[in-house]
């Protein structure tokens, strides 16, 4: 089954060094705080030129294993929570 991407915006606390909202520690999703035990993998996305929104990217581990990937927009300072679905089935007609 096919999967598609879904962005939706949570609240992020997080460590702040010198440049501003560095680390994520700890997330509210679905009315739920979730504590970041592990910060996995972490990367970036565009911003190479002008034209380009730079993502920063977090996949973090919670204390009861469970694994999200967080993304921080600095141009909107807005983090969101990707996360994949099923893609919605569309007639061939």
Request: proline letters at 5%; a negative charge; one cysteine or more.
């Amino acid at each position: 089954m096919k999967k598609e991407w879904v962005f939706e915006d949570v609240a992020v606390e997080c460590y702040s060094g010198y440049k501003g909202e560095e680390t994520p520690r700890a997330f509210i999703y679905q009315n739920r705080r979730f504590e970041i035990l592990e910060v996995l993998d972490r990367w970036y996305e565009g911003g190479m030129d002008s034209s380009g929104v730079a993502h920063n990217y977090f996949k973090a581990k919670t204390p009861d294993g469970e694994i999200f990937l967080l993304r921080y927009t600095p141009r909107f300072q807005s983090w969101t929570l990707c996360r994949q679905v099923p893609a919605p089935h569309f007639s061939d007609n």
